[in-house]
């Protein structure tokens, strides 16, 4: 029973790691979740046997606290509002982190910590506080509870900056000599400020990457933390946390073509607005879901292509229904995934995962694009910047060289969207102006439901 909390300890770190390997593919990804769970269990059996925990009445309440909080917010927040759930989980877990870290410090006043633990209190504070704050900001954003436009003003990154130098010299002399009482406090307060600074010029379309890098600063704190406990789980669970979200962050910022720095000081969030009103007033063909139910029962190939439209409209399941019964009929089908389609990454993987459409059917980007050209009928769902033309050929658009799906290139092009509104970057789409482009106008639930009742009725191709 002593080292029974070394064994969890080092179970868990091994379940962590591997449930990190099987979320990496949909086919294992559920194993991935429950080992993830099973890990945490172990972390946190261990950590109540430890020695250190004296009562344990105090983490039973703080646990009935956090299971009041967290079970009604995962019920109440759809699917689409994912991220904000995510910023709002970073700012609980980097304010406990703070916390622990202050505790730490005050815990005996007449011996404050010194040396490396100091070094890595202090690392921890600052990053937990400044997370904190961040990510509450990154919530509000989202949630549109503050304004999601950047907020810039002359001299900003040099006033951040100041800020940032200011906290760091605090935390440098909370480290090499015994530091006046004023200066703690003020440095929490410098981090807690900096939090907020840092998420006001970057424009809310951004925050699912900017949350990324966040769970990345998270996991940074916590590994902090583990070093300031002498806590070896929680310096394995925190560098996998940093590493995983800092690695997210890059892939969602390749994915769309952006840079760290463009992101972070871009204000990209404002092209929407000036551009939106740009729609044009083209003429484009539109058909029905009779039309589209007979292209699509004759077609020999489809590559259906889901986007943030699919995920608001909860289509999913009318997509799986549409799939089955074109499958019934002899028609090849598969879907393209991109890896910045909806508004969180895994997104699409994750709606078409809960409507039972086998993994296999599942194509990333790289894999399927140079299959478009085979494809009798290319069927964009509720997706729209993700297919646009305009990322390979306009160098003037906002989203030029961001890797998009190859719609185009299908003999036909179906998209089902309830206007000619833009998507995301607010911009318009050229292929929806394109010769073999039918736009099918309404509700993508109510839209595909529509064609899968026309289906039955139609004689086998
Ligand atoms: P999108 O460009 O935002 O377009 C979504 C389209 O769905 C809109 O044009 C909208 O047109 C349509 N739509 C909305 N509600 C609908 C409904 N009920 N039924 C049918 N259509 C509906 O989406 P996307 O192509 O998936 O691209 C994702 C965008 O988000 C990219 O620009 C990406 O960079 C950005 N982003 C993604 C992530 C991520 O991690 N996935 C993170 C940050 C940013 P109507 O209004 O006309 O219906």
Sequence with gaps: MENFWQYSYLFAAVTIILSIKWLNSPATARRGVLAGEIGMLFAVAGTLVH??????????????????????????????????????SHAFGTF????????????DLNNPPTGFTMVALAVEVLL?????????????????LVPTRPVTYKGQNFVNLSLLVFAIVLGVWLCVAPAPFWVFPTFIGMALIFGVLLIIPIGGGDMPTVIALLNSYAGMSAAAMGFALDNKMLIIAGALNAASG???????????????????????GQVQASTAAQAQHRPVHSATAEDAAEILASARKVIIVPGYGMAVAQAQHKVRELSDQLTKRGVDVQFAIHPVAGRMPGHMNVLLAEADIPYDRLHEMEEINGE??????????????????????????????????DVDKAHTVMVIKRSMNPGFAGIDNELYYMDHTLMLFGDAKSFVGEIVKELPALVHA
């Design 96 to 107: 406990a982190a703070g916390l622990v870290g202050a505790a730490e410090y005050y815990k």
């Design 246 to 268: 800092f690695i997210l962050s890059v892939i969602m910022c390749k994915a769309m073509n952006r840079s760290f720095t463009n992101v972070l000081f871009g204000a990209f």
């Design 51 to 88: 020695f250190d925990v004296l009562t344990v009445w105090q983490i039973w309440v703080a646990f009935l606290i956090g299971t009041a909080i967290g079970v009604p917010l995962a019920y109440l927040m759809p699917m689409t509002a994912v991220p904000q759930l995510t910023a709002l």
């Design 372 to 405: 478009f050209s085979e494809a009798d009928v290319a069927l964009v769902i509720g997706a729209n910047d993700v297919v646009n033309p305009a990322a390979r050929t306009d160098t003037n658009s906002p989203i030029y060289g961001m890797p998009i799906l």
């Design 128 to 144: 937990g506080f400044l997370t904190f704050t961040a990510s509450i900001m990154a919530f509000g954003k989202l949630q549109e």
